[in-house]
T-cell receptor, first 111, second 115 residues
Framework: QKEVEQNSGPLSVPEGAIASLNCTYS??????FFWYRQYSGKSPELIMS????GDKEDGRFTAQLNKASQYVSLLIRDSQPSDSATYLC???????????FGKGTRLHILP | DTGVSQDPRHKITKRGQNVTFRCDPI?????LYWYRQTLGQGPEFLTY????????KSRLLSDRFSAERPKGSFSTLEIQRTEQGDSAMYLC?????????????FGPGTRLTVL
């Protein structure tokens, strides 16, 4: 089992709709979870961090964490063409406190 | 600009040559990380520093790779005798705390092409 798993996509969502991105992780001891956005040819940019079970909202973005299911998601409301990018899920590995990245999900917002 | 900076942004080199990349972290950030990213993959951890101490080096890093952070500020990553398989984006990130689980802020990256 991979440490951080994401569907590679592409995920196509109409403009204005909600985009839902999912991530599962294998380390039950993980405490910190991050979502990064990466445009083609650019470096990752932090969007959200979440540390507790439940939802965390920031503008159009909502991160959801369920530690029992080892699942973290990112919702993007009112999707815009500028949201088209690769979204990386990152999780800290408890045994050595290192952050492990998934391969990312490519999101395409259809105008 | 007070973000993480990297230099150069692009490097094209011939196989067998040595290359050195520089990273300037956000001021007063204790931790500095180097990652490598290839197309379609997430960033892969290479090594990290807490202040000037190199605390861990990935098994991905062969003996041809070396990194330093001599004064606990900027860092350099050197690749000796480059190979075509070294072609990738090399990312630097810094983190403000002594805990590895804290947020990391990435620089723009150095894209290496080995011919």
């Amino acid at each position: 089992q991979k440490e951080v798993e994401q569907n590679s996509g592409p995920l196509s969502v109409p403009e204005g709709a909600i985009a839902s991105l999912n991530c599962t992780y294998s380390d039950r001891g993980s405490q910190s979870f991050f979502w990064y956005r990466q445009y083609s040819g650019k470096s990752p940019e932090l969007i959200m961090s979440i540390y507790s079970n439940g939802d965390k909202e920031d503008g159009r973005f909502t991160a959801q964490l369920n530690k029992a299911s080892q699942y973290v998601s990112l919702l993007i409301r009112d999707s815009q063409p500028s949201d088209s990018a690769t979204y990386l899920c990152a999780v800290n590995r408890n045994r050595d406190d290192k952050i492990i990245f998934g391969k990312g999900t490519r999101l395409h917002i259809l105008p | 600009d007070t973000g993480v900076s990297q230099d150069p942004r692009h490097k094209i080199t011939k196989r067998g040559q040595n290359v050195t990349f520089r990273c300037d972290p956000i001021s007063e950030h204790n931790r500095l990380y180097w990652y490598r990213q290839t197309l379609g993959q997430g960033p892969e951890f290479l090594t990290y520093f807490q202040n000037e101490a190199q605390l861990e080096k990935s098994r991905l890093l062969s003996d041809r790779f070396s990194a330093e952070r001599p004064k606990g500020s900027f860092s350099t990553l050197e690749i000796q005798r480059t190979e075509q398989g070294d072609s990738a984006m090399y990312l630097c990130a810094s983190s403000p705390s002594l805990a590895g689980a804290d947020t990391q802020y990435f620089g723009p990256g150095t894209r290496l092409t080995v011919l």
